[in-house]
């Protein structure tokens, strides 16, 4: 079956770096996709990944090692807002997109 | 975010009621997508439709019935839920269905069945 694992809750300290890892089991791989969701709110995109290597894109970066089956996001600078369900999904073979369960990000000042 | 706009945001449902959900994208995507939202669980997706042809039903029960008039709206109609189809069901389009082709969500609509 496929399969996406990421911790379901982390807690981190304002203005910290804070690292959420998502190891995946699917069949065949055609990209990775991170979304931050508010409570209450549409999950919204964050960064989407293809090929291994590091994606930056301000505070937020994402990482991806294909022949592992794991990515990470990196936040760094942590703030307030940050606290959010962050969302990791893989697009198969088939092009569908396969949910993890979400990580719970708490930010605590 | 108003690229995907879902309503209504909230609905309370019996079992015999039949209600329909809207989703309307503004951002020209040729694909519209329906999942549900359970509380710690994955989103499931039920249906996708590119260019208005349905092209995925993910074992959907009947009492869920998608309908797409055009590129630009979805429509979710429910008949005789049970309780357990209590979530948060989110519309979501992209440009198409290909492998770099992101999804944008609508806020969703909470749906509680009595």
């Known amino acids: 079956g496929q399969n996406i694992d990421q911790p379901t809750e982390m807690t981190a300290t304002e203005g910290a770096i804070v690292q959420i890892n998502c190891t995946y089991q699917?069949?065949?791989?055609?990209?990775l996709f991170w979304y931050q969701q508010h409570a209450g709110e549409a999950p919204t995109f964050l960064s989407y990944?293809?090929l291994d290597g590091l994606e930056e894109k301000g505070r937020f970066s994402s990482f991806l090692r294909r022949s592992k089956g794991y990515s990470y996001l990196l936040l760094k600078e942590l703030q307030m807002k940050d606290s959010a369900s962050y969302l990791c999904a893989v697009m198969d073979s088939n092009y569908q997109l396969i949910w993890g369960a979400g990580t719970k990000l708490i930010i605590k000042p | 975010e108003t690229g995907v706009t879902q309503t209504p945001r909230h609905l309370v449902m019996g079992m015999t009621n039949k209600k329909s959900l809207k989703c309307e994208q503004h951002?020209?995507?040729?694909?519209m997508y329906w999942y549900k939202q359970s509380a710690k669980k994955p989103l499931e997706l039920m249906f996708v439709?590119?260019?208005?042809?349905?092209?995925e039903n993910n074992s959907v029960p009947s009492r869920f019935s998608p309908e797409c008039p055009n590129s630009s709206h979805l429509f979710l109609h429910l008949h005789t839920l049970q309780p357990e189809d209590s979530a948060l069901y989110l519309c979501?389009?992209?440009?198409?269905?290909?492998?770099?082709?992101?999804?944008?969500f609508g806020p969703g609509t909470r749906l509680t069945v009595l």
């Open positions: 951002l020209g995507h040729n694909a």
């Open positions: 699917t069949s065949g791989f055609n990209g």
């Open positions: 439709y590119n260019f208005k042809e349905q092209t």
């Open positions: 979501a389009s992209s440009q198409g269905t290909g492998g770099a082709d992101t999804q944008y």
């Open positions: 990944n293809v």
